[in-house]
């Protein structure tokens, strides 16, 4: 007779045979290894929850110390690679083949290891494209997540960082999976119930708080003047023709510059309330200032930022809170509010060639994709009309009918012409090419795509790509902004004077901006000690950021 | 290091009565420039000592257009360069320009 229930069989089988090292749901911390050798099977799918942020680090190594000849060739399917030992599973053979989305501090290593044959890799995603997945071929078998605390239950509360938690459990939960926690603390109850206990199979009680990474914190005291020139730009000539009020910054000095020069630039342009009041941000420090002087009405969260608990807590008609009053992030549901109800993406890349195509992998370094392709991209199944978006659109298609014509989403790229170490940001050709071609991959990583970009922003000015009628007019208004850099020096200066007269290229000048004007006084908080002023003390810095 | 010198001539004298000025400071990705009116009014000279070697194109076409903009006459720049970027470059001599422009020495 035909089983229909073999899974479920198999995630019982696996519940009992871990149930013998634990009391109830809780297994002691010495025991996690013993309890991943009893559940995990080889080549089992696995969510090693490595958030953006919040890293489930004790089951990391655990796993890592597993017997191999009970637990080999995992299929690992998380959204961050992030610590060492994320890794050191391929490394040893624990694990061989990987789906992820971001590889930030382990870009370098990851690269090496590609080229090295060490991972099979299955692609790289976007967030919400690997959640995706999670529901329809990417399930995964086993769970290792992580949450501030639980009940003897197994209720869990995550605290700030939620971040990609509930969407692991849902996929794993109601697909026979087994979902194990580690957590910093056993409690009699949670604060708030984040995963309620009947969708966790085992709990590790932590000897010490799982790691999460400052991420989000940009000291306004390494801000450059050519970041304040070009965030300057990006607020006259972007946000404020448009009118873009809801939208999403992504990480880097130059928007962190943006958020510094509203209440002071932005002030004096008379744009409070107009641009930037509602957000799909993580809780940015450098946004402190602006909040506070009352210019932003909503901000949902991806994860949380160290240091901001208490701020958070304090100002709950800005962000999500719970019922505990602490903040409830959500990774899927913010990108997918950064899809569909932003208006503007803005963020920095390291590479953008002569089509606007961007990317944020090097020859040495593959950082993986993160939310920005989410974020940097126009919504195909989008329908709510907006002021900034029927413009855009209108923009791009000054013929086409008022009713029939779709909007578009401003997809913003900003930064220096050249980056760190006098790196040129423009190339001809992307390195991401390079390593699909090395790699053998059917699909260059590029992070957002040419014809989704609509804006750049450099220090020599601001190009609408939505004005650009042929492709050679879209290459020359790119190299009409890309300053000294090879292919800034390449351009054709009597098109590139055409494209400034018709409003597609402007130049400082052409926005009323003196460049001598870009100086560190216009920043709100020239320091992170600035920002905890700001915060009446409730913002508190990790360490690393203190120098007081 | 590498070392390069640029001599221009130029449109017109530049503005003020200062005799020097000193803007930017010596550090990793910063630059220091000194100017100094010592020279004829129609001519104008860039000293420049760096610690990125090869970007010779880049910064020919950088003073290029500083001195197509400002016509700095009479001016004699010296950069002491700790890798910046073109246009830190750029806003540094525009801000020397600026300075020696003021009232005063």
């Keep these: 007779m035909t089983s229909w229930q073999n899974n479920r069989a198999t995630r019982d089988a696996r519940i009992a045979a871990g149930a013998t090292l634990a009391r109830g749901k809780v297994v002691e911390a010495g025991d996690a290894t013993r309890l991943l050798e009893a559940v995990l099977r080889p080549g089992d799918r696995v969510c090693l929850e490595g958030d953006n942020q919040k890293q489930a680090d004790l089951l990391s190594r655990a796993l890592l110390a597993v017997d191999l000849s009970r637990v080999h060739n995992l299929h690992m399917v998380q959204s961050g690679v992030v610590l060492p030992e994320h890794l050191d599973l391929f490394d040893r053979g624990v694990a061989k083949k990987l789906d992820y989305a971001y590889s930030g501090p382990q870009s370098a290593r990851i690269a090496r290891m590609l080229f090295g044959g060490k991972i099979e890799l299955g692609a790289i995603?976007?967030?919400?494209?690997?959640?995706?997945?999670?529901?329809?071929?990417?399930?995964?078998?086993?769970?290792?997540?992580a949450a501030v605390s639980a009940d003897r239950d197994g209720n869990l509360y995550t605290g700030p960082n939620t971040e990609d938690t509930p969407t692991v459990v849902e996929a794993t939960a109601f697909k026979d999976g087994v979902v194990i926690a580690q957590v910093n603390e056993i409690v009699e109850q949670v604060p708030r119930v984040d995963i309620p206990a009947d969708r966790v199979h085992f709990i590790v009680k932590s000897d010490k708080p799982f790691f999460v990474e400052p991420l989000f914190t940009r000291d306004p005291a390494a801000i450059t003047e050519g970041q304040i020139l070009t965030a300057m730009l990006a607020i006259k000539g972007v946000y404020a023709p448009y009118g873009v009020q809801r939208l999403n910054h992504g990480i880097g000095f130059s928007t962190?510059?943006?958020?510094?020069l509203l209440p002071t630039f932005g002030e004096r342009l008379g744009l409070k309330g107009r641009i930037a009041t509602h957000f799909a941000l993580n809780p940015h420090p450098a946004l402190i200032p602006a909040i506070e002087s009352g210019w932003v009405r909503q901000i949902h969260s991806f994860g949380s930022e160290v240091g901001m608990d208490d701020y958070i807590r304090a100002r709950s008609d800005v962000y999500f809170t719970g019922p505990d009053g602490s903040l409830r992030s959500n990774r899927a549901f913010?990108?997918?509010?950064?899809?569909?109800?932003?208006?503007?993406?803005?963020?920095?890349?390291?590479?953008?060639?002569?089509?606007?195509?961007?990317?944020?992998?090097?020859?040495?370094?593959?950082a993986g994709f993160g939310g920005?392709?989410?974020?940097?991209?126009?919504a195909r199944g989008r329908r709510h009309p907006s002021e900034p978006w029927l413009k855009a659109g209108a923009e791009a298609d000054p013929d086409g009918s008022t009713f029939m014509r779709r909007g578009r989403k401003l997809v913003v790229q900003v930064g220096?012409?050249?980056?760190?170490?006098?790196?040129?940001?423009?190339?001809?050709?992307?390195?991401?090419?390079?390593?699909?071609?090395?790699?053998?991959?059917?699909?260059?990583?590029?992070?957002i795509y040419g014809d989704d970009v609509t804006h750049i922003v450099t220090e020599e000015g601001v190009t609408n790509l939505l004005l650009c009628r042929t492709a050679q007019e879209r290459e020359q208004a790119i190299r009409g902004v890309a300053g000294y850099t090879d292919v800034g020096r390449r351009r054709d200066p009597a098109m590139v004077a055409r494209l400034r007269e018709r409003g597609v290229i402007?130049?400082?000048?052409?926005?009323?901006?003196?460049?001598?004007?870009?100086?560190?006084?216009?920043?709100?908080?020239?320091s992170i000690k600035d920002l905890v002023r700001w915060s009446g003390g409730l913002y508190a810095p990790p360490s690393k950021f203190r120098n007081w | 290091m590498e070392d390069l010198s640029f001599q221009h001539r130029v449109r017109a004298r530049a503005d003020g009565t200062r005799r020097s000025a000193l803007v930017g400071v010596v550090a990793s990705g910063n630059l220091e420039v000194l100017v100094e009116r010592v020279l004829p009014d129609e001519q104008c000279a860039v000293e420049i000592r760096t610690a990125a070697v090869g970007f010779g194109e880049v910064w020919t076409a950088v003073i290029d257009d500083f001195v197509e903009r400002f016509s700095p006459g009479g001016l004699k720049f010296s950069i002491n360069d700790g890798g910046a970027r073109p246009d830190t470059v750029s806003l540094r001599l525009a801000q020397a320009v600026r300075l020696i422009a003021e009232k005063g020495r």
């Excluded at chain 1, 899809?339 to 020859?363: E, K, R």
């Design chain 1, 125 to 145: 995603h976007t967030y919400l494209e690997l959640f995706a997945r999670y529901f329809i071929d990417l399930t995964p078998h086993v769970a290792l997540i």
């Design chain 1, 256 to 260: 962190a510059a943006i958020e510094l």
């Design chain 1, 334 to 366: 913010c990108q997918t509010a950064g899809l569909y109800a932003c208006d503007m993406f803005i963020g920095s890349t390291l590479q953008i060639d002569l089509q606007g195509n961007s990317s944020t992998v090097t020859a040495s370094r593959i």
């Design chain 1, 372 to 378: 920005a392709p989410n974020m940097g991209a126009d």
């Design chain 1, 416 to 447: 220096e012409t050249f980056g760190d170490k006098n790196v040129p940001l423009f190339v001809e050709k992307l390195d991401a090419i390079e390593l699909a071609e090395k790699l053998k991959l059917d699909l260059a990583p590029v992070m």
């Design chain 1, 506 to 526: 402007r130049r400082p000048e052409d926005l009323g901006i003196n460049p001598l004007d870009a100086d560190r006084s216009l920043l709100a908080a020239r």
